[in-house]
């Protein structure tokens, strides 16, 4: 379904947000009339984003009119941040209107062979990491989806790209038909999103889909401890942990065939997850036809985005990392995992459904003390009983100057929340910043002295 044009068709598109404004500004583009529903009041929508689609001539409806709205649609796109339980959708899939993901739409505008990216963990920095190595090496490409520009807006503008590195969600997989990459990247997968997904394995399936439409001329970057259904393209495995692999770890270097391929000391990255980005990034270049020379020196000089495990400053012998884009279990875990010191683990945040219990030994072996915030905080506490310290803060900035004055010198302040940050902020990167200005404006033991604070000082 490639070249599809939608001139004069009326198209609907669910959600007035980043991805479903560039849904409809390309679709407007082709000449569709094109209507944007979105349940929320158009006073909690972005006025900018609204004025834009209006002056573009995108007819808008918000509120419950959105929910309510009987009009006849040929087709509506599904942004992903739209439920597809929610009374919006729900109005469309009871009138059988065919109903595709953003994703879909932008991929079928698309000229040039896609690079999709999926884990529950990982995606956005080795798609950035595949992006600025293809770029060095002489393929232009941008890292796009569901980072950076979402796929439709980069297909409306049309580039001269030679290949694009799309980072996919499970929820932008959900309702793709075509979507087809010559290279897909499994990292990883672990529990998630089960306040959208009835059960873990609905979320997998959904994840599953990135598979569907490649061919056996067409490549899978694969985790190699993954079990897979059967998938039609040729595989390469890789694995920090597992010696069955195409890429794998030894002597503290990257290895392809038994040959040492990437010091990890050459590289500004840490800890085991971050290596198994290297090797998905490695593979998915090979794939592309570049060697390994070629590929290493940008590899080298990637500066890993804020946010992530993110070493902010040290106070009075205290480390303070901020990993605020940990927004699961398994970000975590992993997290806890690359620590050699004893830690002070600030977690919390929105209630997605699932439990903290299966943290609970490592957080035994890791942690000294815990400092909990938001929604889930009694419930982690309860899963964490008996485990370790749990103490619950009324805010971030309560729980960093609770931290600030239980952390002994030679241990680790870690912010790792382990869930989203909706029930407090706009986005984890907002909690980030928060959390990353909060520490930078702690005191440290001399300058208290220095200004003669003979009490505890409160931010």
Not at 215 to 232: G, H, L, S, W, Y
Request: with cysteine; hydrophobic share 40%.
């Amino acid at each position: 379904m490639k070249n599809v044009r939608y001139k004069n068709q009326n198209i609907a598109v669910l959600g007035a947000g980043l991805s479903g404004s560039a849904a409809a500004l390309l679709l407007r583009s082709e000449g569709a009339q094109v209507t944007v529903l979105d349940s929320a009041e158009e006073k909690n929508l972005l006025k900018s984003t609204l004025n834009n689609l209006r002056a573009q001539g995108v007819h808008v409806i918000c509120g419950a009119a959105a929910d309510d709205d009987s009009s006849a649609y040929d087709m509506a796109i599904l942004s992903p941040g739209i439920d597809p339980a929610s009374p919006l959708v729900r109005n469309f899939l009871s009138r059988g209107i065919e109903i595709i993901s953003e994703l879909e739409l932008g991929w079928r505008f698309c000229e040039i062979p896609v690079i999709a990216v999926t884990g529950t963990n990982g995606k956005t920095t080795t798609t950035e990491l595949l992006a600025q190595m293809l770029n060095a090496c002489g393929q232009r490409t941008i890292a796009c989806g569901n980072i950076g520009k979402p796929l439709s807006e980069v297909a409306r503008e049309k580039q001269p790209f030679d290949v694009l590195t799309v980072e996919v969600s499970s929820f932008q997989l959900e309702a793709v038909r075509t979507f087809h990459p010559a290279i897909s990247l499994w990292l990883n997968f672990a529990p998630d999103h089960l306040d959208r997904y009835r059960s873990v394995n609905d979320y997998r399936t959904a994840k599953l889909r990135i598979f569907e439409n490649q061919t056996d001329t067409d490549v899978a970057v694969v985790n190699a401890i993954e079990k897979f259904p059967a998938i039609r393209p040729r595989q390469i495995t890789f694995s920090a942990y597992s010696t069955q692999a195409d890429f794998q770890l030894s002597d503290g270097a990257i290895v392809y065939q038994n040959q040492a391929v990437l010091r990890l000391s050459d590289t500004k990255l840490r800890g085991l997850h971050n290596i198994e980005n290297l090797m998905a990034t490695l593979a998915a270049g090979m794939a592309r036809g570049l060697s390994f020379p070629q590929m290493a020196p940008a590899l080298r000089d990637y500066e890993p985005r804020p946010h992530r495990c993110e070493f902010v400053r040290e106070v009075d012998g205290v480390d303070y990392v901020n990993d605020s884009k940990a927004t699961n279990l398994d970000a975590v875990e992993k997290a806890l995992r690359a620590q050699t010191k004893p830690v002070v683990l600030i977690a919390g945040g929105k209630d997605k459904g699932f439990t903290f219990e299966p943290l609970r030994s490592l957080v035994k072996e890791k942690v000294r003390s815990t400092i909990l915030i938001g929604e889930m905080a009694q419930s982690i506490s309860r899963s964490w009983s008996g485990a370790v310290k749990c103490e619950m803060a009324t805010s971030l900035a309560d729980a960093v100057e609770r931290a600030h004055g239980g952390a002994r010198p030679g241990e680790v302040v870690l912010f790792s929340p382990g869930t989203s940050s909706f029930d407090m902020f706009k986005s984890y990167a907002d909690r980030g910043d928060q959390f990353r200005a909060l520490v930078q404006a702690l005191p440290a033991a001399a300058s208290r002295r220095d200004a003669g604070a003979a009490l505890p000082q409160t931010h």
